[in-house]
């Protein structure tokens, strides 16, 4: 679980406090402020950048402290109040929940529990929602990765809310291939992964208007690229899902942190390659390696792209046996489209979608989406 949530903790015990910042933090919670009483919270609630979160360790003086705070969940109700406390007295209890308090949490704290409680809070403030996460990997330079990520995209688009994320950060080319130049970039909602917000995050992707595509391109200063790190894509894939029903990547072959992230945060790892031993070959070692990372097979489809129906330099049944998978798409070759789709900035579902090629990656993102679509080989 990953929550995007901004809390504040009320507890006169330092080390409990920090205790409870840094658990909170494992979720990606944002504690705004630790206070060691409760005589400060109404000031600080009233502010703007109020929270969604309030936790406030009731002991000692449990009665009391509940008192204090008893006004507080009515006059804020868009804020959700947690209380802790030893004293498991069902008056205390019945008090707390006619105050309006979501949640009375026991100590000492079950783990378990308290999760779960976390859980819930993050539906109610409509963070439950996740993207599908669509991780293109190419398996040699110029295989076509970035062509069917940009069109698979925008072909998704159509009838779902579409995000695509430019990871290829030095040489990415999907600004390009959409014709666009975003002010912001993926390094901009990186510079510290505390701050990725979600507004942030709106103000960086450039919604393609043809498409509907919101995208987020590789930085545009070469230098900029070590801006990115694995804690920000973190950040990033756990709002970016929540806003998006689809996100597809246009990854790199890669297990630095960022690629293995992006990898294990993937629900379908889609694997491009062409018919040649050099790409066959990369596909295979890098199949293995997913494996030790323990990807499950399911997570991985291999998408065979410029397929011709003659003259491959190696066999399909080969290349399945290889890699211990079935090969999942076929994408013709049609270079004149793809080149076009390119050069005029606009992916080719778009400019000509009665084409076999666009056909072929329309229906590849339907049955990625579970529509029971096979491909005629
Ligand atoms: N199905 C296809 N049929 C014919 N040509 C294609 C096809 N797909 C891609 N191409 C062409 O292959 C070239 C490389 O495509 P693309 O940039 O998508 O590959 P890539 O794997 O992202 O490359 P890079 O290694 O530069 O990231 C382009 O000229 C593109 O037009
Ligand atoms: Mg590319």
């Known amino acids: 679980m990953h929550v995007q949530l901004n809390c504040v903790i009320v507890d006169p015990d330092d080390t409990n406090r920090q205790e409870m910042a840094n658990f909170l933090g494992t979720f990606g919670?944002?504690?705004?402020?630790?206070?060691?009483?409760?005589?400060?919270?109404?000031?600080?609630?009233?502010?703007?950048?109020?929270?969604?979160?309030?936790?406030?360790?009731?002991?000692?003086?449990?009665?009391?402290?509940?008192q204090k705070v008893g006004h507080l969940p009515r006059q804020y109700h868009n804020i959700s109040f947690f209380v802790l406390s030893q004293i498991l007295d069902p008056n205390l209890l019945m008090e707390a929940m006619h105050l309006g308090v979501r949640e009375f949490v026991p100590l000492p704290i079950n783990e378990q529990k308290f999760t779960a409680a976390l859980e819930r809070l993050a539906s109610v403030h409509g963070m439950s929602k996740r993207a599908k996460l669509i991780n293109i990997i190419p398996t040699i330079g110029g295989c076509g990765a970035t062509t069917v990520a940009c069109n698979l995209a925008a072909s998704l688009a159509q009838s779902r809310k579409t995000a695509l994320i430019d990871l290829d950060l030095v040489c990415g080319g999907v600004g390009g291939y959409f014709d666009m130049r975003p002010r912001y970039t993926i390094a901009d909602v990186m510079q510290s992964a505390e701050r990725v917000d979600r507004q942030l995050l709106d103000n960086a992707l450039a919604v393609h208007k043809k498409t509907n595509?919101?995208?987020?391109?590789?930085?545009?200063l070469m230098e900029d690229t070590q801006r990115v790190n694995q804690p920000g894509l973190v950040r990033l894939y756990s709002i970016i899902g929540r806003?998006?029903?689809?996100?597809?990547?246009?990854?790199?072959?890669?297990?630095?942190?960022?690629?293995?992230?992006?990898i294990q945060s993937a629900d379908v790892n889609l694997i491009v390659m062409q018919l040649n031993v050099p790409s066959a070959k990369n596909a295979e070692r890098f199949v293995a390696a997913?494996?030790?990372?323990?990807?499950?097979?399911?997570?991985?489809?291999?998408?065979?792209?410029?397929?011709?129906?003659?003259?491959?330099?190696?066999?399909?049944?080969?290349?399945?046996?290889?890699?211990?998978?079935?090969?999942?798409?076929?994408?013709?070759?049609?270079?004149k489209t793809a080149i076009a789709a390119i050069n005029y900035g606009e992916p080719f579902v778009v400019s000509s979608p009665k084409s076999e090629i666009s056909q072929c990656i329309m229906d590849l993102g339907q049955s990625l989406m579970g529509r029971q679509i096979s491909q005629a080989a």
Do not use: H
């Open 290 to 335: 997913m494996r030790r990372m323990g990807i499950e097979s399911n997570k991985m489809k291999i998408v065979v792209n410029r397929f011709v129906k003659k003259g491959w330099d190696i066999d399909p049944v080969e290349v399945e046996r290889a890699l211990g998978l079935k090969i999942s798409w076929l994408i013709p070759n049609d270079f």
């Open 243 to 262: 806003m998006f029903d689809c996100v597809v990547v246009d990854s790199a072959m890669s297990l630095d942190p960022m690629y293995s992230t992006t």
């Open 213 to 220: 595509v919101a995208i987020l391109s590789r930085p545009d």
């Open 29 to 66: 919670l944002t504690v705004l402020a630790q206070l060691s009483s409760a005589d400060q919270l109404d000031q600080l609630l009233s502010r703007g950048d109020a929270p969604q979160l309030v936790i406030v360790n009731l002991d000692p003086g449990a009665i009391g402290n509940l």
